[in-house]
């Protein structure tokens, strides 16, 4: 029969999968194996039909298990045209689990019926846009089938395909109303051309001559009456399950009919009742008087309904009744929770503990089988238990009444039933009871009581919909709703943004339709979002006297799914407002307040319909103000078109109205360098006389290109593996679309003359495999173009960052060529090309960092600061970045990126007391994304603050006592010391040290005090700023200083620009001096080898007294000598060794006016950070805590800022922030130390069973907001730590120390090129593999491999990391190891770090 079905399923469909070979191989027939992922070939196969074909899916060989796959999306797969036709065997009960969860099941009992059902299906699921179940039964014979009928079937796939064409498919409904009528449409239609009816039940026997009194439906294979007497019965078999309307049920029910059997095919059917059973049930309710309605089970191989059958019928007085055998089914199976899931769970019983009644939890499965799951076995069992204490609260009420009740009972009992419902008060009272009634156990009412007495406590009781359990329709929901019983419901919804559908809006349905029905509390809830949030939901939800609804976002495909992509999905989902956060309490409205609470700042339509419908958009919008009516409204479509033509309309102006040929210069870029070239051409054609306008390849589209007049020049750079640059990934979108599926492709830029360049690094990609990636997106430009029809001008020229001028080699010869084809090359150029900008021309005219800052920060229209600005407020400590993770999605969406800001402090040494800390942590939640991060400058920095945030955030830091000065830009980093909890006296003269030096080169400019602070200018500009050490020019570059005190280079003192070796007196209690070290830094441009990391080299020994001195003078020759003309080459290590160490030294002595003695002997062993319990000589404690790359927030494991805040408060010592981002907790008095290790061990902060791996690990932030990343690197480092830990531990190594270090670009702000494994960022998801730096950093990392994968990464590790414990000598460090073992050469100069 399968062959029959699938037949016409592929001349109705696009595309048909199979999951066994039924139909031969061809275009539009795809094989699905049983291992593959049905649901996501699925997905696919509509997006190839941009969700426009029909698609079918034929099923064999899998009845019992599709439905368990199907049923978690059905929600998602119910509103596309899919047929899935389904062939069972026998039983029909895994089929049956789908009824109701999608809009139609069709069943056919043989074989004919399967032929009209497959065209029924077909055709309901191409007009109605619904997907459509069809179930069979296999049968080899099909003799049966009408063969005239058949020869029929593509005639009638044409005429119904034309007749359906003229429908309107565009708006789905699913009201059971709407859906009848349309299966009825279609039948009737199609029993028009085939010239038979096609009824929704079929009767047997055909004709009724005689009154019948008993109706036999039969749900099952062909099972046929044989019996002798047909007289007053009838059979009745349903050839549509659902929708079936009462009516039709009643129309098919004669009316003087007395009794009414079904008997069904549904072996293992979990309860009594079945879904169609309790439609005719419910139908016949309206039938005076109600029939006598039973229901059977017919067993395996039940064919025939004989006399001995009906008979057992007609006189069984039993309610269900089983025909012929059985075989015991298996216990169920229970499914597994998938694992993402779980952390709503841990949330829920995080929160309510004994109190968390999971009422439909998989644990009940081994007792009440698989719908246990299922929310309306839930409803029943909160039902039971609810009924249950009310019977308890009457006993309460009675005994109250007793006058024979004791005093202190009765008073008992008063108070329980007093604060019956309120959670904590009537657990305690409950348990004094429950005391009291053990010790009577004679009263029947006491006993009673006693057995009643888990009701004294009030549980929060909650019903979980997600894909492990059972789905709930909106009759189920309306159910819930509708019983006002106090049960909360949460509903997890999975589907990852990016694979959303457009008509996947169920979940949102649920919201709203709750919403409207005015009594439940509603909520929509992100764990990855909000933490916070989804808390106070929870618990509000919880709180409510009704039912509530609770919408937890959860996107994932499987437990593969890593978290980052967990966090990301979420973010875009919020972001766009695809899935707003918000919390609706009915009961507010009651007391005069706000009902409606938006958590998310964007929402969509819908739900700002329901609002406006409300009457609270305005208020909302009120108490809101960022949220205005257009981004409420259509998500920018309209601002995005009307931005369009605005840009075409003032372009045509421009182009008219000058004469010289036109240039139109389009660039993408990443780094700057392509735009920088693309301006430069622009202004060398200004001055040809040319008409020229250069700006980003997303501005235009491929329909205003071919619009464009004159000559049209492309300059893109290579991101990536091989990708365009951001602001040209749009560009290239359409223009691949164009290229693949335009039919006039010659023709379609037939307009446009263009020339190329492209800018790439040859030797970025070092396997021959790769090499195609080298100037990709340039090659791609240059022959899409010429595909399209455009006219190439020039061949296409690629600039390669290896040639001897770098990308300007080639340019220089391209350039040449473009003036001669354009004619313009022996125009004498008189006129001097202006200099092109940079940022030290942007230092020098802001006025000592003042810029427009002030005027951006109150600019309202956007949500970042001008471009100039940027590099002008990381003076100021704060960086401008945006949520990367939903910039091509705004960009899609008309929308500027979603600005948000980096706020860092200031922190010489990296202390801070409790008071300030806990005003820094009300500032994160009030301002910030709720989570402070240890950064490697031993400084805490603030994400996520919104542009109308800053300058509060600003003052609020500087109210603390603290001030974000000296953080960035190019002068004085945050300047760190080791933080040495064993030292107390050494610490204070380091610490002290810092302090100086950080007052000594302050800059000294007022712009801080005045943009910030509201300082008054002086009047008049009269006195002006000026700034001894740095100059208006400030340094060329940053500037970092680092104190170390051996035997712990925990601050990698090699790597900074300026570096102090603290030299100690032999009791260890005085500094006596440091060795001075110049010239370390760890960052370098990927692929161009005149940028390089180098360790400091020492150049002599000071007295404390001279450090101070010599940081200011070794600021000023760098001020001096610096490179100011290429940034990549202007930090201090290149003016070292550009002068030579000795003339930088000598240089730095003539400025100080006396000569450094020679350097003392020191000894470093570790660079890590000395975890646990510490006791300073001053009798005070100090606790060095691990935090995960210096990350301080509440997850639903860790409560860690909130522990740290609790400790704040009592705390009377300090916080000392490391480098390596963990954090001590210093100076603790001995009175405190207790309640401070409870705190600890409470939110489990004192947990130090981690492996060496992860305790010697760190990454920088990279993605989300890190402007420079090019791969993740926080999100990601854990997850890879704990795969390598893995190999550790099964080589014996888990307690073993191996730094490993990850970026996500080559900055190194975490210094990967000093640990002993280190990751620099390359692009998403490849890294440069590092090796062999100095276990305390005193040596440099070897590249190992220039573009590593994780596979790749573990690959290489597991037989190495193995090799190490093997043959590794007495305490040799992995990066000795990797050395002397030969995976890689020693690093004992820069330039080897290339080689
Ligand atoms: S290393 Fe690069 S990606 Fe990481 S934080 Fe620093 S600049 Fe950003």
């Known amino acids: ?189 199609l029993s028009h051309f085939t010239s038979r009816p096609l009824r929704s039940f079929s009767f047997q026997p055909l004709e009724q001559e005689f009154e019948v009194h008993t109706v036999i439906f039969i749900i099952g294979q062909d099972c046929l009456p044989d019996i002798s007497e047909l007289t007053g019965v009838q059979f009745i078999y349903p050839r549509i399950i659902a929708p079936l309307p009462s009516s039709s049920i009643l129309e098919a029910i004669p009316p003087d009919t007395t009794r009414v059997f079904v008997l069904e095919q549904l072996l293992e059917w979990p309860t009594k009742w079945t879904p169609f059973h309790l439609e005719v049930v419910h139908a016949l309710q309206q039938r005076k008087p109600i029939p006598v309605i039973r229901s059977g089970i017919l067993g395996q191989g039940k064919t025939s309904i004989t006399d001995s059958d009906l008979e057992m019928l007609l006189n069984t007085s039993e309610d269900r009744v089983q025909l012929g055998s059985f075989v015991t089914p298996s216990p169920p199976v229970p499914p597994l929770i998938p694992k993402h899931e779980l952390s709503y769970i841990k949330v829920l019983k995080g929160l309510f503990d004994i109190r968390f009644e999971h009422l439909n939890s998989l644990s009940l499965t081994p007792t009440y089988g698989h719908l246990a799951t299922n929310p309306e076995f839930a409803l029943g069992r909160v039902r039971g238990q609810l009924e249950e204490r009310a019977r308890l609260v009457k006993l309460v009420e009675d005994l109250i009444h007793d006058s024979n009740t004791a005093d202190n009972f009765h008073s008992l009992l008063s108070n329980w039933h007093f604060h019956r419902d309120d959670a904590l008060t009537s657990h305690t009272f409950g348990l004094e009871i429950v005391q009291e009634l053990e010790r009577d156990d004679c009263n029947p009412m006491l006993k009673q009581m006693l057995k009643l007495k888990q009701h004294f406590s009030l549980p929060s009781h909650w019903i979980v919909v997600s894909s492990w359990s059972y789905d709930i329709g909106f009759s189920g929901l309306h159910h819930i709703l509708s019983s006002g019983l106090r049960v909360n419901i949460l509903f997890i919804h999975t589907i990852p943004y990016t694979l959303r559908q457009s008509n996947d809006h169920r979940q949102h349905d649920i919201g709203l339709y709750a919403m409207n029905y005015g009594s439940a509390y509603v909520a929509s809830v992100a764990l990855y979002s909000s933490y916070a949030r989804t808390m106070q939901a929870l618990v509000e939800a919880d709180h409510f006297n009704g039912p509530s609804v609770v919408l937890g976002y959860l996107p994932y495909q499987s437990d593969q799914t890593s978290a980052v992509d967990v966090l990301k999905e979420t973010r875009l989902a919020v972001d766009s407002g695809y899935w707003p956060l918000y919390r609706w309490d009915p009961t507010k409205d009651v007391e005069g307040g706000e009902p409606f609470s938006l958590d998310s700042d964007s929402v969509k339509n819908d739900l700002a319909q329901f609002l406006d419908q409300q009457n609270h958009l305005s208020q909302v919008i009120r108490s809101k103000p960022a949220i205005a009516n257009e981004i409420v409204g259509g998500l920018g479509n309209d601002l995005k078109e009307a931005r369009r033509s605005k840009a075409r309309e003032a372009y045509n102006k421009l182009l008219h109205t000058v004469d010289a040929p036109p240039m139109r210069i389009f660039y993408a870029s990443d780094g700057g360098g392509a735009e920088k070239m693309a301006k430069r051409l622009a202004s060398r054609g200004t001055i040809r006389g040319l008409d020229v306008s250069v700006t980003t390849l997303d501005s235009i589209s491929i329909d205003a290109l071919n619009d464009q007049d004159g000559y049209v020049v492309f300059i893109t750079s290579t991101a990536g593996q091989g990708e365009p640059p951001q602001n040209g990934r749009k560009f290239f979108r359409s223009l691949n679309s164009a290229a693949n599926l335009v039919n006039n492709k010659a023709t379609l830029l037939s307009k446009v003359r263009y020339l190329v360049f492209g800018l790439g690094d040859s030797h970025y ?235 000594r080169l302050m800059p000294r400019t007022t712009a801080y005090h005045e943009i910030w602070l509201d300082n008054k200018m002086v009047a008049g500009h009269a006195v002006k700023d000026l700034e001894p050490i740095y100059s208006e020019w400030y340094l060329p570059r940053k500037f970092k200083i680092a104190i170390a005190v051996p035997p712990t280079n925990d601050v990698d003192v090699f790597t900074n620009d300026l570096g102090y070796i603290a030299i100690v007196d032999c009791e260890g209690k005085k500094v006596i001096g440091y060795n001075v070290l110049v010239g370390g830094g760890m960052g370098t441009t990927l692929g161009n080898q005149k940028t390089y990391p180098r360790v400091a080299s020492i150049i ?296």
């Open 1100 to 1395: 002599g020994f000071c007295t404390p007294e001279q450090a101070v001195d010599i940081a200011e003078k070794v600021t000023l020759v760098q001020r001096d000598y610096g490179d100011r003309v290429d940034r990549k080459t202007a930090r201090l290590k290149y003016t070292v060794d550009r002068m030579g160490l000795d003339k930088f030294k000598a240089e730095v002595e003539k400025r100080l006016g006396f000569s450094l003695s020679g350097h003392r002997p020191y000894s470093f062993t570790q660079n890590l950070d000395q975890y646990g319990w510490t006791t300073s000589e001053n009798g005070k404690h100090y606790f060095t805590m691990f935090i995960e790359n210096g990350r301080i927030q509440d997850t639903a494991n860790k409560e860690v800022r909130t522990g740290l805040r609790e400790i704040a408060k009592i705390h009377k010592g300090t916080f000392r922030l490391t480098t390596n981002q963990h954090l001590v907790i210093s100076e603790i008095e001995t009175d405190s130390l207790s309640q401070i290790r409870n705190i600890l061990s409470r939110y489990h902060m004192d947990n130090r069973d981690l492996s060496g791996l992860r305790l010697s690990s760190s990454a920088c932030v990279a993605f989300p907001t890190c402007g420079l990343a090019m791969a993740e690197s926080e999100r990601y480092l854990p997850i890879l730590i704990d795969k390598v830990e893995m190999i550790c531990e099964e080589n014996g190594l888990r307690n073993d120390s191996i730094v490993m270090r990850m970026t996500g670009c080559p900055a190194g702000c975490t210094r990967p090129n000093v640990a002993e494994i280190g990751f620099m960022g390359k692009a998403p998801g490849a890294y440069v593999m590092l090796l062999g730096g100095g276990a305390y950093g005193q040596r440099l990392a070897k590249v190992y491999r220039e573009n590593v994968t994780e596979p790749e990464i573990l690959a290489i590790l597991t037989p190495m990391i193995k090799h190490y414990a093997l043959d590794r000598m007495e305490g040799e460090r992995f990066g000795e190891f990797v050395i002397r073992t030969g995976y890689v050469p020693p690093v004992t100069s820069s330039q080897e770090y290339w080689k």
């Open 765 to 999: 990609w070092p396997r021959v495999e790769d090499a195609h990636f080298y100037n990709r997106p340039s090659k791609e430009l240059d022959s899409k173009l010429a595909l399209l029809g455009g006219q190439r001008i020039l061949d296409l020229h690629m600039g390669d960052i290896q040639d001897a001028d770098g990308p300007e080699t080639q340019y220089k010869v391209w350039e040449a060529r473009i003036w001669k084809v354009l004619g313009v090359d022996a125009v004498e150029v008189s006129e001097k090309e202006p200099e092109s900008i940079t940022l030290e021309h942007v230092k020098a005219a802001s006025n000592y960092l003042r810029g427009t800052i002030s005027e951006g920060i109150s600019d309202m229209s956007t949500g970042g600061l001008a471009s100039s600005d940027r590099p002008l407020t990381k003076y100021h400590g704060i960086w401008q970045q945006d949520d990367r993770d939903v910039r091509e999605e705004r960009q899609a969406q008309g929308l500027e990126p979603a600005y948000n800001f980096m706020v860092r402090a200031r922190m010489p040494g990296g202390s801070c007391t409790p008071e300030q800390w806990l005003k820094l942590d009300r500032l994160v939640n009030e301002y910030g994304n709720g989570t402070m991060k240890i950064s490697t400058r031993q400084t805490l920095q603030f994400h996520g603050i919104l542009k109308k945030y800053l300058k509060k955030s600003i003052q609020d830091i500087n109210k603390a006592l603290l001030d974000t000065l000296e953080v960035g830009g190019d002068v004085n980093s945050n300047i760190v010391c080791s933080s040495i909890p064993t030292m107390f006296k050494i610490h204070d003269q380091v610490h002290n040290l810092c302090m100086n030096i950080s007052e």
């Open 1 to 189: 029969m399968s062959m029959h079905v699938a037949r016409i399923a592929q001349l109705a469909s696009q595309t048909v999968l199979q999951t066994s070979s039924v139909l031969p191989s061809s275009d539009n027939v795809v094989f699905v194996s049983s291992n593959e992922d049905l649901v996501a070939t699925l997905r696919c196969s509509f997006q190839a039909h941009h969700g426009n074909g029909l698609v079918s899916l034929v099923a064999s060989d899998c009845a019992e298990t599709l439905p368990r796959q199907l049923l978690p999306h059905a929600g998602e797969l119910s509103h596309l045209p899919l047929v899935i036709h389904i062939e069972v065997e026998q039983d029909l009960s895994s089929v049956f689990l789908l009824h109701s969860a999608f809009p139609y099941l069709l069943l056919s009992t043989n074989t004919l019926e399967a032929y009209d059902n497959s065209i029924v299906a077909s055709f309901l699921a191409r007009s109605s846009r619904l997907t459509v179940i069809h179930v069979y039964f296999r049968d080899e014979d099909v003799a049966g089938i009408n063969r005239d009928a058949l020869l029929e079937e593509k005639s009638i796939l044409d005429h119904l395909s034309k007749d359906t064409a003229s429908n309107d498919l565009s708006t789905p409904k699913d009201d059971a109303g709407t859906l009848w009528n349309a299966y009825r449409d279609v039948t009737s239609r």
